[in-house]
């Protein structure tokens, strides 16, 4: 979270009407467009956020994995260590969590902006938070093509992005590996790819990343077809 921005988030301070109103037409499209691919797509009721003391269930993603068959809820917990140890103990057999080394840049711990596999054996990766070297110590990328991210993002200013850096540009919602979601002020992203670029769906996201994340998670995979 950017510091400028610590003091809105406390106990019965709800985001402005204008940017949930704005939010949910953002949601609505992005619904749309993965009903038309042939996706189930399932919304929640209307949730009371306030009335439950919380602050929001607009990025499902950040609260659930799945894993195989299985629906991990999780731990919440900001201390990494801690959290890794829950997840190890949670995943079905066959599956095995491994650490990726990354900067001292505290938001490396926004997993969605440090790495971005696009489809198999192609993944971009911010530069400024991990290391090339650092993911080819992990056998399963050891021969995947990985491409650092070559600009710097644009700082997202309207609305001013409150939770997240501007490397939000790498939360995008990859279909099937031909077609990607992405910000409608992203372009540059979609050119460092070619078949990204021709299968690159473009939709607005600034009011949803004020909550925390792009179309990458505002969703939630419960099964994919390979």
Not at 177 to 195: H, Q, W
Request: charged share 25%; with cysteine; hydrophobic share 40%.
């Amino acid at each position: 979270m950017q510091s400028q921005h610590r003091e809105e988030f406390r106990p019965n301070n709800p985001f402005p009407e204008d940017i949930l109103e704005a939010a949910g037409a953002e949601l609505d499209r992005l619904a749309a467009i993965l009903e038309r691919e042939g996706i189930k797509v399932y919304r929640p009721d209307d949730v009371d956020w306030i009335e439950m003391g919380r602050y929001t269930g607009a990025m499902p993603l950040d609260g659930l994995l799945t894993v195989g068959n299985h629906i991990i809820e999780s731990a919440y917990a900001w201390r990494c260590r801690r959290g890794i140890e829950y997840l190890g103990a949670q995943v079905p057999e066959g599956y095995t969590i491994k650490m990726l080394e990354v900067t001292n840049n505290p938001h490396a711990m926004h997993i969605d902006t440090v790495i971005c596999p696009l489809r198999q054996g192609l993944l971009i990766y911010c530069p400024s938070r991990v290391s090339e070297a650092a993911l080819r110590k992990r056998e399963i990328l050891k021969d995947w093509d990985l491409g650092p991210v070559p600009f710097t993002p644009k700082p997202r200013l309207d609305p001013p992005s409150s939770t997240c850096s501007d490397w939000l540009v790498m939360n995008v919602l990859v279909l099937d590996g031909r077609k990607v979601i992405v910000d409608e002020v992203d372009t540059e992203l979609c050119g460092m790819d070619a078949r990204a670029r021709d299968g690159a769906r473009l939709l607005p996201a600034k009011a949803c990343q004020q909550h925390g994340g792009a179309s990458h998670c505002a969703t939630m995979d419960l099964i994919r077809l390979t």
